[in-house]
T-cell receptor, first 113, second 109 residues
């Protein structure tokens, strides 16, 4: 009974392609996030959505476009993939209150060749 | 925005010894400080957290301390075991979660 689930778990694709990663949470949380974890393990926030509305959009190339059809889903679409996009992408969710934890999905390892 | 610094980046200890990881944050409005453990190839998972109205919290071999005046918080693991080997992240929550750069802990049997 997975709380935050991402698909696919692995994604290998060629430069220039367009790909999507899907995320769903069944915790009833109001806020969802996308994080990028590079080879140095740093967790960098990319986007934050609250009740389907974009709250935070850190310095991310506009090739990355998040879409939230409802508050349980936050998908990430990436256009014109580049080698530097290779990383593990984590979706996470948290309740709307400020002093509770974030729950992470299992991650999507994206490899651009 | 918030800036979280974490030290050390790598830490090796003998089994049974203690491990301490330290973090500082910049925005005094941050009021929630979780610690995550990430095993190789797995997702980050919460191991302990502390809220700004508390100075210390303990859960078995793991404890966290918070000094709001100095804006720093620390993770203490006692009686370390090989299964404690992982990457540990501190975080501070303001309007979203700001993570430290991670500490790779190795417990040597």
């Amino acid at each position: 009974d997975t709380a935050v689930s991402q698909t696919p778990k692995y994604l290998v694709t060629q430069m220039g392609n367009d790909k999507s990663i899907k995320c769903e949470q069944n915790l009833g949380h109001d806020t969802m996030y996308w994080y990028k974890q590079d080879s140095k393990k740093f967790l960098k926030i990319m986007f934050s959505y609250n009740n389907k509305e974009l709250i935070i959009n850190e310095t991310v190339p506009n090739r990355f476009s998040p879409k939230s059809p409802d508050k349980a889903h936050l998908n990430l679409h990436i256009n014109s993939l580049e080698l530097g996009d290779s990383a593990v992408y984590f979706c996470a969710s948290s309740p709307g209150t400020l002093n509770t934890e974030a729950f992470f999905g299992q991650g999507t390892r994206l490899t651009v060749v | 925005g918030e800036n979280v610094e974490q030290h050390p980046s790598t830490l090796s200890v003998q089994e049974g010894d203690s491990a301490v990881i330290k973090c500082t944050y910049s925005d005094s409005a941050s009021n929630y400080f979780p610690w995550y453990k990430q095993e190789l190839g797995k997702r980050p998972q919460l191991i302990i957290d502390i809220r700004s109205n508390v100075g210390e919290k303990k859960d078995q071999r793991i404890a966290v301390t918070l000094n709001k005046t100095a804006k720093h918080f620390s993770l203490h693991i006692t009686e370390t075991q090989p299964e404690d080997s992982a990457v540990y992240f501190c975080a501070a929550r303001l309007n979203q979660f700001y993570f430290g750069t991670g500490t790779s802990l190795t417990v040597i049997p």
